[in-house]
């Protein structure tokens, strides 16, 4: 750990000396009684300083290829939630905003692996997270009061990203320091003990440098009590993020940005299933109201990220940009399981999951973009190298009884029995891209990436990991007007067999998936709307467990997901503005599992019945609609819908199904729902106020599942938040 901290010390100050020499050279510049550097400086002034921006629901410009783009010319699926979108519908979480993604649905701690884990087309995300392009992937629940927008590149990325699954990436993007003044703070009420404050606060130092700072305090309750003690769950978040930008807008750029955030939550870890059907008959006190833990739960966390980017322009469309990156993850957790039979009266009724967990990441990324002929022909070439050190621990509590005889935990003590699930690791990639205009009208994209991977685990059955991958993306494109795009593109990803803490008792194929997709994009209304739509058949090998521990992880030697997706964003006229998606998925299990038994070595194999039945936490369809209309130029409405289908949860590794006991394939399963929300809003060029109701018609749904078919968690009911804006 030492040296770990020695390493990321010494890059950090290395780059501070480099932007620090960059910025004394336009200071000695200035100084400098040459017109001609004057003429020169006053020149490259006039750049755009504003990189990712959006203007309102339709988002103009992403990073998520790596290299800044228009989302209507990348030739795969991407959906961006704006700034705008997320302070209209009062979003305060990732998970909130991920509301508003079509094909889109919530885990809940499967396995312990509590906080952001997300299905997308059907897999999971939980290594598909990122922060401005870097591996995000720690156990936490993310915030959105320092996020620009969120881009979800769909289907699979590694080519880009790295390891990965193969429904895609979910990119959080900063908010960045600009050269201009604008503060503008926010304060909520609502039900259900329910207040926020938020401050965004920007300051322009010179003419190209600026400080930025977002802060955020949030509390939040739910419906659900526990009826004896009347506690109920919690959300306490605070966060505080920090951007420094000097030469911006120069041909020398950089940011030094700083983020930390802070839970001290009482975590849900919601209801069971009883014949295939949350618990909700009313016996003992068993209903979706019934909260199973108490105030003596916990949830801790403390996230800090520290991020430099600097970026060198050679020419107009040739440039270098680099980021190094110092993450630390600190989180302890106590949450009580449902009882099967009572409701919880005290902490020692149901069971206690218990977890302590340290991740350290240490991330240098450098990418190279260039535009230039060869051959009468236009190229788009992208390069770029990645190093990232990991560095993980994690293990129950240690369980303590009271004076009074409680069971208690304590965030901070380590079990002293067993060993703990950790790991080091040096990961080394390169990769290279090339857009290549082969006829007017028509691109041909080609990209190779290479990841080496090497790790020693405490697990004394698996102790070393070695591994090579290659990943390929590939994309043809046809611009029939400006306005039109039509493509088909093919990509993969991989995931080794002990990545993200996952053991084998014997090594098995890293997962690998693959995705096919025929796509078409439009902009109508002079570019103000964008409409979208694609077909993809994504496929998956070796199907991994998310359960940390887990000594039987495969799930699926094959599973494939064939779907397909509507999405429009933007102005239908200058006052009726929507985003909106609908996503239809086939998910089937084409080959059932296959693993090594733990005591034996031999090859245990799934129940064959298995095999063409629907994928977990997957329904076939899901729909989301958020639209407003400005009634007068104070005025305005706005309201939408979230709604999915049934989904399954199971575990389809079982040597013998008990979903087929009644003869017939019957898993557990959440309903399906439709969840509506609206708005009211009254707006001045200095101030707001705004009234948000959700789940507008007050209706039961189960929104988050735990795969393994064990838990399901309520979505709140139906709660109103004022709030105040003020800009100033």
């Not at 899901?622 to 209309?629: D, H, K, R």
């Amino acid at each position: 750990m030492g040296q770990f901290k020695k390493k990321s010390s010494y890059l950090a100050v290395m780059l501070l000396a480099q932007s620090y020499a960059v910025i004394a050279e336009e200071v000695k510049a200035e100084a400098t009684p040459d017109t001609k550097v004057v003429e020169q400086l006053q020149e490259v002034a006039v750049k755009a300083t504003k990189e990712v921006q959006s203007d309102g629901y339709q988002a103009t410009k992403t990073r998520v290829g790596k290299v800044l783009q228009d989302p209507h010319d990348v030739p795969q699926a991407v959906t961006t939630v704006t700034r705008e979108l997320m302070h209209d519908q009062q979003v305060g979480s990732l998970r909130e905003a991920l509301r508003n993604v079509s094909g889109l649905t919530f885990n809940s701690a499967e396995g312990g692996r509590a906080g952001d884990n997300f299905m997308l087309r059907g897999f999971y995300t939980f290594g598909d997270i990122y922060l401005d392009g870097i591996r995000d992937t720690a156990q936490y629940n993310r915030e959105t009061f320092n996020l620009e927008q969120v881009d979800v590149l769909r289907g699979s990325a590694a080519m880009l990203f790295g390891r990965g699954q193969a429904g895609g990436v979910i990119n959080q993007v900063t908010k960045m320091a600009e050269l201009h003044d604008e503060n503008t703070v926010t304060g909520s009420l609502g039900e259900y003990d329910y207040h926020q404050f938020t401050g965004d606060f920007n300051k322009q130092l010179t003419d190209t440098a600026a400080i930025r700072v977002n802060v955020m305090n949030r509390h939040d309750e739910t419906y659900r009590k526990n009826p004896t003690t009347g506690d109920h769950p919690e959300f306490d978040r605070q966060g505080v993020a920090v951007s420094f930008g000097a030469g911006i807008g120069t041909e020398n750029e950089f940011f030094l940005n700083h983020v930390y955030t802070q839970t001290r939550d009482v975590p849900d870890f919601g209801v069971r299933f009883e014949n295939t059907r949350p618990v909700n008959d009313g016996s003992n006190g068993r209903t979706d109201k019934t909260f199973w833990g108490s105030n003596d739960n916990f949830d801790d966390s403390d996230t800090r990220v520290t991020t430099g980017i600097f970026t060198h322009q050679f020419s107009e469309d040739t440039q270098v940009r680099t980021q190094v990156r110092h993450a630390e993850y600190k989180r302890g957790y106590w949450a009580k399981t449902p009882n099967a039979l009572l409701p919880a009266e005290n902490n020692t009724i149901g069971g206690n999951v218990t977890r302590k967990m340290h991740y350290e990441t240490l991330n240098l990324q450098s990418d190279f973009s260039t535009k230039l002929n060869i051959a009468d022909m236009k190229h788009e070439v992208l390069a770029g190298v990645e190093y990232l050190k990991e560095d993980s621990y994690r293990k129950s509590l240690q369980a303590f009884v009271s004076p009074s005889g409680k069971l208690t935990y304590n965030r901070h003590d380590a079990s002293i029995a067993g060993n703990a699930v950790s790991f080091e690791a040096d990961n080394y990639a390169v990769y290279v891209q090339d857009t290549i205009e082969f006829l007017p009208k028509w691109d041909l994209l080609l990209g190779m990436r290479r990841d080496e991977m090497r790790a020693d685990y405490a697990s004394e059955t698996s102790p070393k990991l070695s591994y090579g991958e290659n990943s390929y993306r590939s994309g043809l494109s046809y611009h029939y007007t400006p306005d039109t795009h039509f493509y088909a593109s093919w990509s993969d990803s991989f995931s080794p067999t002990a990545d993200l803490y996952q053991l084998t008792v014997v090594p098995q194929p890293p997962e690998r998936s693959k995705t096919l997709e025929l796509g078409a994009k439009w902009l109508f209304m002079d570019g103000d709307l964008s409409f979208r739509t694609a077909v993809y058949s994504a496929t998956k090998d070796w199907e991994r467990n998310t359960d940390l521990e887990s000594t039987a992880s495969i799930l699926t030697k094959k599973r494939r997901t064939n779907g397909v997706e509507f999405e429009v964003a933007g102005n239908i006229t200058d006052d009726w503005e929507v985003f909106a998606g609908v996503a239809l998925m086939d998910a089937k299990i084409l080959e059932v599992a296959e693993n090594v038994n733990a005591t034996t070595g031999a090859i245990t194999v799934a129940d064959a019945r298995y095999k063409g039945q629907r994928a977990r936490n997957t329904p076939v369809a899901t729909f989301n609609l958020w639209t407003t209309y400005k009634l007068t130029s104070a005025w305005k409405i706005g309201g939408g819908v979230e709604a999915k289908g049934e989904r399954y949860a199971y575990v389809p590794s079982r040597d013998v199904a008990r979903e087929f006991d009644t003869g017939s394939f019957k898993p557990n399963a959440a309903p399906g729902y439709a969840r509506v929300d609206a708005m009211l809003a009254y707006e001045q060029p200095k101030w707001a106020v705004r009234l948000n109701v959700k789940n507008l018609l007050d209706k039961e749904h189960y929104d988050g599942v735990y795969e393994n078919g064990g838990l399901v968690l309520p979505g709140n009911r139906r709660q109103a938040i004022v709030t105040t804006e003020y800009k100033f």
